[in-house]
């Protein structure tokens, strides 16, 4: 395929990709090789935070560049105890394992869990190794992690599936009940499932889940890679409804877009021994440092709270804009929010929104009935307008 002076061939192909460079970015916005602007409510996927490019992370790049790199996972590194010290101090956790991408940072949570279960035998002297996970939800793209999933068309994809992720419904406690056996070891879930189409578990469906687990002796595991990290205005999402996991992991907005996730848990739950958990890239001072100065952005005073206060601006918005085209309304928490459509027509408003003159508008549609919005934190509130100035034209264009 060639358009532009771009020959993209080389390039495997996995999915269908517009014919658009990007070539710089710049707080909530993108420009491509034609010099077109676009606002942008993907973010690379939730990932930066911070925005495009922002000063902090440019700045700790360099700096840490011409410290350090990677003195290998063998040895201890200053940016990585920095940051697993800030982690800790404002989590419920007391040990952190740093990886490189949300997908891993699972895997380590579900070798964990298995090892923790192999060690600490139920009363029937039983191997304890099943994780229950949930309908919709979704872990990663590694084998494991896609058989932890439950993305409908993953279970034969690439058959046969690592064994031991039976599924529950979400907001369903007796559903997960029913699937406990004497080989149970976890229960794991997203506080707010991201691709499946932004569906928050209630507060007492949490609180529930610990209670059922901590009565059962099984580990409540949070996947946290989307809706940590300041994303629904506390720092970690399981704090929304005052409960204490065992093991948390984290990936996107950790890094601001660079690669870095983290697998954390409580001190009594860190129990692998040396040799059984590791990579090369693991806590490397480079992405850590990058790590240390996101912490720091959203730990600032009153970072937390304008996330708060930006996600509720952004909800009347949606559902103003939801009230004037016939929609469903919206959900969400914080700066993660859907827009309910109603009928199929999410992809074709992405696609019009990218293709909006002079400015376009970049958005996601997990669902073809649903659009998400994943703004950088620091999205101003003139953004969030433009935002809904910008859908309301599309709207109108397509005669919603
Ligand atoms: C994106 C995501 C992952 C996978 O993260 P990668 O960095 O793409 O491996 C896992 N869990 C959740 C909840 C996610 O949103």
Request: charged share 20%; net charge negative; proline share 5%.
């Amino acid at each position: 395929m060639e358009f532009n002076q771009y020959e993209v061939n080389a390039l495997m192909f996995i999915t269908n990709r517009p014919q658009i460079v990007f070539t710089e970015g710049s707080g909530m916005w993108m420009t491509d090789s034609t010099g077109k602007r676009y606002l942008d409510y993907l973010q690379g996927w939730a990932v930066n935070c911070l925005g495009h490019a922002p000063q902090c992370i440019s700045d700790a790049l360099v700096a840490q560049s011409k410290k350090l790199i990677n003195p290998s996972p063998a040895f201890f590194n200053e940016p990585s105890i920095a940051l697993a010290a800030r982690l800790t101090a404002n989590s419920c956790f007391d040990r952190v394992f740093f990886a490189s991408s949300g997908a891993e940072a699972n895997e380590g949570a579900i070798k964990l869990a298995r090892k923790y279960g192999k060690k600490f035998k139920n009363a029937a002297g039983a191997n304890r190794y099943e994780i229950i996970t949930f309908d919709h939800s979704f872990h990663g793209r590694t084998l494991a992690t896609m058989s932890a999933s439950g993305k409908p068309g993953w279970d034969t994809m690439y058959a046969p599936q690592v064994d031991g992720f039976p599924k529950a419904d979400l907001n369903d406690i007796a559903s997960v009940e029913r699937l406990i056996t004497d080989k149970t070891i976890g229960v794991m879930l997203e506080p707010v499932q991201g691709e499946g189409g932004v569906i928050p578990a209630t507060r007492e469906f949490m609180q529930a889940l610990r209670a059922l687990t901590k009565e059962r002796g099984i580990l409540l595991m949070v996947d946290e890679v989307q809706s940590g990290m300041g994303r629904t205005g506390e720092l970690f999402a399981y704090q929304l409804s005052g409960i204490e996991p065992d093991i948390m992991t984290l990936g996107k907005g950790i890094g601001g877009g660079v690669p870095l996730a983290a697998l954390l848990c409580r001190e009594q739950i860190a129990c692998f021994e040396p040799g059984e958990q590791g990579g090369t890239y693991n806590g490397n001072p480079l992405m850590t440092a990058v790590g240390v100065a996101v912490a720091d952005a959203l730990l600032a005073p009153g970072f937390l709270q304008s996330v708060k206060d930006k996600g509720a601006y952004l909800r009347q918005g949606l559902l103003a804009l939801s009230e004037q085209h016939g929609l469903q309304g919206e959900r969400g928490e914080g700066l993660l929010r859907a827009l309910k459509l109603g009928k199929d027509i999410g992809p074709q408003i992405v696609e019009a929104a990218r293709n909006l003159e002079p400015l376009g508008l970049l958005l996601n549609s997990p669902r073809p009935d649903l659009l998400r919005f994943m703004p950088a934190l620091t999205v101003t509130h003139a953004e969030i307008d433009q935002l809904l100035a910008m859908l309301s034209t599309v709207m109108r264009q397509l005669g919603h």
